[in-house]
């Protein structure tokens, strides 16, 4: 596991930018697992103002993102298919024919799941998957006591899952209460990982992930096995972990 702190917001989306252009520019027609939310959004308006540059070229490049509201059509302005696309596929030369995230419009659990697993076997699995946090250790939709040996599922989402979210909704009462999302099988099947964390919100599951037992209570703690792991986070997210900010 290779540690990174950043001192910021800011420095941590830089920091994380650098390590996916990298990976893109090693290997133009890298499969990328990216992710939802607000952390990194940083990182791909960074990602974006280099591709403005001509720094980097994502015109090979296939992503495959984690996860996908169970019952949202792509059009709707709260889907995962609407964030990618609004805050970063508009903005790069990647084809649109080369982006997959799960589909949320398709009720039928087992069939979409089945799908979207053939098609990350179809591209080989991912070269680097992106990753955030939740305040109780999940990554993806994989909420506490996740089977660790799970591919693409359907979830029922915690409450402070849907609590978290609901800022992006009218009301907590219009937030799915399901998801289809990449399982931790899957996720710890990537080449390589890359989780970002910011914020003092994130600081006990950091702890917990990276600093305590390998236990389904945290998911995000079976990271710790992965042999090729970076972790990304602010001196804010790494408060209560002394193993880092006392380096």
């Known amino acids: 596991m290779k540690i990174i702190c950043a001192h910021d917001y800011q420095d941590m989306s830089r920091k994380a930018a650098n390590i996916i252009s990298a990976q893109v520019i090693m290997k133009p027609n890298c499969v990328l697992g990216l ?5 990194p959004l940083g990182m791909y308006a960074q ?31 709260q889907s995962y298919w609407y964030f990618m696309h609004k805050n970063f596929f508009e903005h ?18 087992e069939k979409a799941c089945k799908e979207y697993d053939e098609i990350i076997h179809r591209f080989g699995g991912v070269d680097m998957q992106l990753l955030g946090i939740g305040v109780d250790g999940h990554i993806g939709f994989n909420e506490p006591g996740a089977a660790f040996e799970l591919g693409t599922h359907c979830v029922d989402l915690a409450e402070s899952t849907i609590e978290a979210n609901k800022r992006f909704f009218a009301s907590a009462d219009e937030v799915p209460r399901q998801a289809y999302t990449m399982g ?18 994130k600081a006990k599951a950091m702890r917990t992930a990276f600093f305590g037992p390998v236990t389904p209570a945290v998911p995000a703690s079976i990271l710790q096995m992965h042999p090729d792991l970076t972790v990304v986070a602010d001196e804010e997210a790494w ?3 002394p193993e880092v900010i006392g380096q």
């Open 47 to 77: 990602l974006i103002n280099w591709y403005n540059k001509g720094d980097i070229d994502f015109s090979e490049v296939t992503t495959i993102n984690l996860d996908e509201y169970r019952g949202l059509p792509r059009e709707h302005e």
């Open 92 to 109: 790069i030369n990647i084809r649109l024919d080369h982006v997959y995230v799960p589909d949320g419009a398709n009720t039928d659990a």
């Open 239 to 241: 408060s209560e972990c």
């Open 35 to 39: 992710a939802t939310g607000g952390t």
């Open 184 to 201: 931790i099988k899957t996720i710890m099947q990537a080449r390589k990982v890359l989780l970002i964390a910011n914020g003092k919100a």
